[in-house]
Each structure stands twice: as structure tokens, then as C-alpha cells.
């Protein structure tokens, strides 16, 4: 299984890695810019990504947009992670393509509930 999390805030980063690994066993790529998330997606194949809303430069919907124009939502699904969780926000962001949206902090049941939704994750969840 391989993941990714476009975050330019380290700890935002550390704790969704540190969840993944904790829930699955997982170790996750991190990418602190879209651009940077871009250039890892095109390189190799991810299974799931999650995406920061607000980002540099370009912002995580534009690189949603990026994505789309490669691979479908069924093909890479993408679940968006931002502090904004006003419905004009989460209908921007299922407009540009993302499959769900999940609020920060992250909470360990959302981030359980929405992933296994695209990937088959349960299958692999470790006692927690």
C-alpha cells in the first residue's frame, strides 16, 4: 500500500503518519508542496492520497484539479485535510475532484472510516 500526504506543517504531517503507521502498519511519503506532491505522484503509484487545502504556492485544490486531469477518483483517490470544514470549502473540494474531505486536527476514527472507504485497509489494521 502506498500513501501520500501532501502538508507543508510538519507536526499536521508527523501525527497522520505516526496514525497510518499506528492503524495499519503502513509508512506514508510526505510531500511538503503540491508541486513536490506532483512530481512523487507522476514518479510512482500511489494508492491513496491525502491533500492539505492550504499550501504554498499552489493550493491543494489546484493540484486536486492537476491530478484529475491524469487519474480518476476511482484510480487515485484523494481525501482532502484542511481546518476549513465550512460546506462552501468541502463542496470546492469535491468540485475539484477529491473523493472526501476530513477536518484537523485529525481524528483518529475519521481518518479509520474515510480511508477504508477507497483502499482496503481494514484488512490489515493492527491491534490499537
Do not use: F
Not at 505522484?41 to 486531469?69: H, S, T, W
Not at 470546492?92 to 485497509?121: F, Q
Amino acid at each position: 500500500m502506498k500513501i501520500l500526504y501532501v502538508e507543508d506543517v510538519e507536526m499536521n504531517a508527523r501525527l497522520l503518519a505516526l496514525m497510518v503507521e499506528q492503524i495499519w502498519g503502513y509508512e506514508i511519503d510526505i510531500a511538503e508542496t503540491a508541486e513536490q506532491g506532483l512530481e512523487m505522484i507522476e514518479a510512482q503509484k500511489y494508492d491513496l492520497v491525502y491533500m492539505d487545502v492550504n499550501l504554498p504556492n499552489m493550493n491543494g485544490i489546484e493540484a486536486v484539479q492537476e491530478i484529475r486531469k491524469s487519474y480518476s477518483e476511482k484510480d487515485l483517490p484523494i481525501i482532502m485535510v484542511s481546518a476549513d470544514v465550512s460546506e462552501e470549502a468541502i463542496i470546492k473540494a469535491r468540485g475539484a475532484g477529491a473523493n472526501d474531505y476530513m477536518s484537523k486536527p485529525v481524528n483518529l476514527t475519521a481518518l479509520k472510516e474515510k480511508s477504508s472507504k477507497y483502499v482496503e485497509m481494514d484488512l490489515m489494521e493492527k491491534s490499537v
